[in-house]
């Protein structure tokens, strides 16, 4: 199954567009994981046991795994993943972006060595560095367009033509790079009348929002702004805030984020 079907079929199984964002900080990690070799696996998993049956996605970042040599553990979430969760899509975040030659390595990376179902890139560099991911039809190419921090705005908002570079990228995306229907865009939460002016232009995109939570995005406004007239059409991402949801030793780390998980996805499925 293709990266739209497989969200699709997880939006409705799940009743849920939430995204459960994998991003383990070992500083913030229960005492009973930091300094176990496998640590940071055992963590995602019970996360991932925890939440699956509330999520629409599971999102890991990778930098939390390539800066401590971590890579292996990564591989290991992403093969359970794709073996106990099979029905929830996996997306790398990487924001990777870089000339044609070496895209096709990250792309190879994303979704052979990791198995993603869709891969978060950077659309500075270009159509060509986008376009070597497309060659797995099956899989997703997810183009970051107006993020979520405030230094987004520093080139995103510049005005070319009259209109905010973003939605420059949003018309590419949808009009032009889209050419095989695997597409999805990146609109932080923090910003609700750009998801709405994204919305208006790329038809039923997916988005991916990520910004609630620990970000202080406002969920009904995203939801407001981003829904399709089917009531899905977005990842909406959460981490930290699940993932760190239990307060200091009172609560257990999985039911408290299981507990979050179920909470945002309820406050966001009021507003569908
Ligand atoms: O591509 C992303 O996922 C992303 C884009 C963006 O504009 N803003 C953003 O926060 N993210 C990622 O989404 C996650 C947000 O985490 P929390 O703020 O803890 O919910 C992090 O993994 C970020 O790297």
Redesign the pocket.
């Known amino acids: 199954m293709n990266f739209i079907n497989k969200l699709n079929a997880a939006w409705a199984a799940n009743d849920s567009l939430l995204c459960v964002?994998l991003?383990p900080d070992v500083e913030r990690l229960p005492a009973q994981f930091r300094g176990s070799p496998d640590g940071i696996y055992l963590f995602c998993k019970e996360i991932i046991d925890a939440t699956a049956d509330l999520a629409c996605a599971f999102?890991p970042?990778i930098?939390y795994f390539a800066a401590l040599g971590a890579e292996q553990q990564l591989e290991k979430i992403c093969a359970y993943l794709r073996g106990k969760h099979a029905h929830i899509p996996l997306?790398l975040?990487a924001?990777r972006g870089d000339i044609g030659a070496t895209a096709k390595q990250y792309a190879r990376e994303a979704f052979d060595r990791y198995g993603a179902d869709a891969v978060?890139v950077n659309p500075y560099m270009g159509f060509d560095s986008v376009e070597p991911y497309m060659e797995w039809q099956d899989r997703g190419v997810?183009v970051?367009c107006?993020?979520?921090?405030p230094g987004?705005s520093d080139l995103q908002f510049l005005e070319v033509d009259g209109k905010p570079l973003y939605q420059h990228v949003a018309r590419l995306v949808a009009d032009k790079w889209n050419t095989n229907g695997q597409c999805a865009l990146?609109?932080?939460a923090t910003f609700p009348q750009e998801i709405a002016q994204v919305r208006a232009l790329v038809g039923e995109m997916p988005l991916?929002i990520?910004?609630?939570?620990?970000?202080g995005g406002d969920i009904e406004a995203t939801v407001r702004a981003g829904r399709t007239d089917a009531g899905t059409g977005m990842m909406i991402?959460?981490?930290?805030?699940?993932?760190y949801a239990a307060s200091q030793g009172s609560e257990d780390f999985a039911q408290a984020a299981r507990r979050v998980a179920h909470e945002t996805r309820g406050a966001i499925n009021v507003h569908r």
Not at 210 to 215: F, R, W
Not at 237 to 243: D, K, M, V, Y
């Open positions: 964002g991003d999102k970042q930098a997306i975040d924001k978060t997810i970051l107006r993020t979520s921090n987004g990146v609109v932080g991916l990520p910004g609630i939570g620990a970000q991402n959460s981490s930290r805030a699940i993932l």
